[in-house]
């Protein structure tokens, strides 16, 4: 059985910024496509970035670009979302997510497991 397990967000001053993990127990990491997305009050569930188990492909919202960075360490089952110079339109829950087949990374439809979700605050 999957499971995935977020930590890291918390409350940061606009310009600041956090790192999210998430660590997936049960199966080995490597054979998964990964994703991060986020979900902010009254909004659907939004992709915010993908990376594919080799890492030959990453997927990065507009929104994010230059400002998050993705990555996974197959050693150690976790994924991680560097946030760097958060914005007060970046508050939202964020999910991380596992895939068996990739397909561009962004559609939420297409990802087999979500985590419980982790809030993010960015308010000064």
């Known amino acids: 059985q999957v499971q995935l397990v977020e930590s890291g967000g918390g409350l940061v001053q606009p310009g600041g910024s956090l790192?999210?993990?998430?660590?997936m127990n049960g199966p080995k990491l490597d054979r998964y496509h990964l994703g991060w997305f986020r979900q902010a009050p009254g909004k659907e569930r939004e992709g915010v970035a993908a990376i594919t188990n080799r890492e030959?492909?990453?997927?990065?919202a507009d929104s994010v670009k230059g400002?998050?960075?993705?990555?996974?360490?197959?050693?150690k089952?976790?994924?991680y979302l560097q946030m760097n110079n958060l914005t007060p339109e970046k508050t939202a829950v964020y999910y991380c997510a596992a895939a068996l087949t990739y397909s561009g990374g962004r559609n939420r439809r297409r990802y087999n497991y979500f985590g419980q979700?982790?809030?993010?605050?960015?308010?000064?």
């Open 19 to 23: 790192r999210l993990f998430c660590v």
């Open 56 to 60: 030959d492909n990453t997927y990065y």
């Open 67 to 75: 400002r998050f960075t993705m990555s996974r360490d197959n050693a």
């Open 77 to 79: 089952n976790t994924m």
């Open 117 to 124: 979700g982790t809030q993010v605050t960015v308010s000064s």
